[in-house]
């Protein structure tokens, strides 16, 4: 199969060619690693091959409703067993799991063959990709650009065409970011709706979700359908689907209210590109019947985020001294943003974890009653534009924070975590568009309906209530069809051999 043939082929488009036997599992996963090797010099998106280990599961044969599709494993929380999940980290690297997750074994089973491990920040904790260990993702639209983070790497190899479907994940945006930054569909299922075991139940109580990044919205649907459903250590289980998600690709929406706002939760500046991107998603909506208003639920964006950002700490101190405990490792092997978060953490007591995280019930209770007068609300994905690679980069004066709070050891030096926290907050001022549905479990995704005057991909978000994952295919596909994006390549990627 040719490289610029296969370019042509969605997830569901692949199976069926080699379900019809029209090409084979072997080629199309020879076309996927051609491609790999021809984008990854300019865009890093994957950090780990795995193709001999695909070469034997095509051997074994493959079954399922996406047998033989290529496919991309984010590189945390997404075990393969006998390969080590480094999570960006160093010391990650060195250490195989013993077995696969929950998520994929499900993804195994729907036939899908894992290539290689995509590129992430340290323990996904930016919303962009440009870890130490294996250097900076790139947007394939503009490799002078993020392709967003957590699943930078997965959105970035989708992108150039590597495979038309990658794993993701979502603890604070990362499905929905990355998509945005690089004009792919991303949909951030609700708490509970896929597994997240067998090591974790419900990750930051339910806010991190695994997922994917496509370029159609019948993949997302195939590709959430092969692994919802609760397992043997999910916390509750949680309602099936009223359908089959791939029955809800092409079915119609019916008339939808819809609120919209462009005002950034935390009161900062929204680029003009990423409010032109929403008012014309707005009007797009009405051509197509539904009834659109400015509204917005009455949440305090900036109370949320800092709960959000209690718990966030919370969870890095205690990933750190796990990781130290269980490998030997040192301060050494963590990049000095992290050690941060983590002296953060600690700086904050059990007290201040469990208040932080009351207060999420007055904002889950906050958007359910906007639900209950509008069935989605309608955002920017993110503030503006994707950033250029390094922006985010801690000047140099937060660089002497940090080294003071992990170097003396004094989590409760005043002066330093609250600079640390007013520059983590001016770099959410790039994303604060995505935490509400973390926070509250609800599913959201980010549309890839706008592109900037500059060509760059600007996403919009739409969030649902609870289990309004299948609305959120409804309306997808009609925006699909509407204004079809699956087509738009970047134009800076080498050409695919013919």
């Not at 659109?292 to 966030?312: K, M, N, Q, S």
């Not at 469990?354 to 019930?361: A, C, F």
């Not at 983590?424 to 509400?436: I, R």
């Not at 900037?452 to 699909?480: C, D, I, K, T, Y």
Request: charged fraction near 20%; glycine fraction near 10%; charge should be negative.
């Amino acid at each position: 199969m040719r490289v610029d043939e296969y370019l042509k082929h969605d997830a569901v488009g692949l199976a069926a060619l080699i379900r019809q036997g029209q090409i084979s599992a072997d080629e199309a996963l020879s076309a996927a690693i051609t491609r790999a090797e021809q984008v990854d010099p300019h865009i890093n998106a994957t950090v780990l091959p795995m193709h001999a280990e695909a070469r034997r599961l095509l051997e074994e044969g493959r079954q399922g409703p996406l047998a033989g599709v290529p496919f991309l494993l984010k590189d945390l929380f997404q075990d393969y067993a006998g390969f080590p999940t480094s999570a960006g980290n160093r010391a990650l690297r060195r250490v195989p799991a013993t077995r696969h997750s929950e998520v994929v074994r499900r993804w195994l089973e729907a036939g899908l063959v894992p290539f290689a491990k995509t590129n992430v920040p340290e323990f996904g904790a930016k919303a962009v990709t440009e870890p130490r260990e294996f250097g900076p993702a790139r947007n394939p639209w503009n490799t002078g650009h993020t392709p967003g983070g957590s699943s930078g790497g997965s959105a970035a190899a989708v992108a150039a065409g590597v495979v038309p479907g990658a794993s993701a994940s979502d603890g604070g945006g990362s499905i929905r970011i990355p998509a945005a930054c690089c004009g792919l569909f991303g949909l951030k299922p609700g708490r509970g709706r896929v597994p997240f075991g067998p090591g974790w139940g419900e990750p930051m109580h339910g806010a991190s979700v695994n997922g994917t990044v496509t370029r159609t919205v019948r993949d997302t649907a195939a590709l959430l359908e092969a692994v919802a459903g609760p397992e043997a250590v999910s916390p509750y289980p949680i309602a099936p689907p009223e359908r089959p998600y791939t029955e809800e690709v092409g079915r119609a929406p019916g008339r939808l209210r819809i609120g919209f706002t462009d005002r950034s939760p935390l009161g900062t500046r929204v680029h003009p590109e990423a409010v032109r991107a929403v008012r014309d998603a707005a009007a797009l909506l009405e051509e197509l019947g539904h009834d659109v208003e400015e509204a917005e639920p009455a949440i305090d964006g900036r109370e949320l985020t800092e709960d959000f950002l209690t718990l966030w700490y919370g969870s890095m101190a205690a990933l750190v001294d796990g990781i130290k405990a269980d490998t030997g490792c040192s301060d050494d092997d963590f990049e000095p943003d992290t050690l941060m978060l983590a002296a953060m953490g600690r700086a904050r007591t059990a007290a201040d974890y469990v208040r932080g995280n009351e207060r999420w019930n007055k904002h889950v209770r906050a958007l359910g009653e906007f639900h209950s007068r509008y069935d989605l609300l309608l955002t920017p994905t993110i503030a503006g534009p994707p950033v250029t690679v390094g922006r985010l980069d801690p000047p140099a004066w937060l660089r002497t924070a940090e080294r003071m709070l992990v170097r003396t050891r004094t989590e409760r030096v005043v002066t330093a975590t609250d600079l640390v926290t007013k520059e983590v907050m001016n770099n959410l001022t790039a994303t604060p568009f995505t935490l509400t549905a973390n926070l509250t479990g609800t599913p959201a995704m980010s549309v890839p309906l706008h592109w900037s005057a500059s060509g760059l991909p600007l996403g919009v978000q739409f969030v649902a209530p609870a289990a309004g994952e299948g609305l959120l295919l409804r309306l997808a596909s009609q925006l699909e069809e509407a204004r079809p994006w699956a087509g738009r390549w970047p134009g800076g990627m080498p050409s695919p051999e013919v």
